[in-house]
């Protein structure tokens, strides 16, 4: 059984910033590309920013400079620094995954942790 469990939401005022965390468990041989994804109340889900298992990271335009992803694969472990957050950047964020098991790759998703940006 695999598992993806964020981390690191809450209510964060405009300007500030927030530390998201996205860590996998279970029977994983390894992980290939990681990524953010967010939904804001009554807009389809979309992407945030992404990260190969080599390093290499895709932003939204919407992010560009503001925020970083990273991640650790010794601890089969992703992150997002979030900087000058916008009242545009509330909604919920999800990490997903592309798992290998034995042989076969498998897309996981987290439950999701709200962000929300106002004052």
């Known amino acids: 059984q695999v598992q993806l469990v964020e981390s690191g939401g809450g209510l964060v005022q405009p300007g500030g910033s927030l530390r998201l965390s996205c860590a996998a468990s279970?029977?994983?041989?390894?992980?290939?590309?990681m990524g953010w994804y967010r939904q804001a109340p009554g807009k389809q889900r979309e992407l945030v920013a992404t990260?190969?298992?080599?390093?290499?990271?895709n932003y939204a335009d919407s992010v560009k400079g503001r925020f970083t992803i990273s991640r650790d694969n010794t601890k089969n472990t992703m992150y997002l620094e979030m900087n000058s957050l916008k009242p545009e950047d509330t909604a919920i964020y999800y990490c997903?995954?592309?798992?290998?098991?034995?042989?076969?790759?498998?897309?996981?998703w987290g439950q999701g942790t709200q962000v929300t940006v106002s004052s």
């Open positions: 997903n995954a592309a798992i290998v098991l034995s042989i076969h790759e498998y897309f996981y």
């Open positions: 279970g029977s994983i041989f390894s992980i290939n590309t």
């Open positions: 990260i190969t298992s080599g390093g290499s990271t």
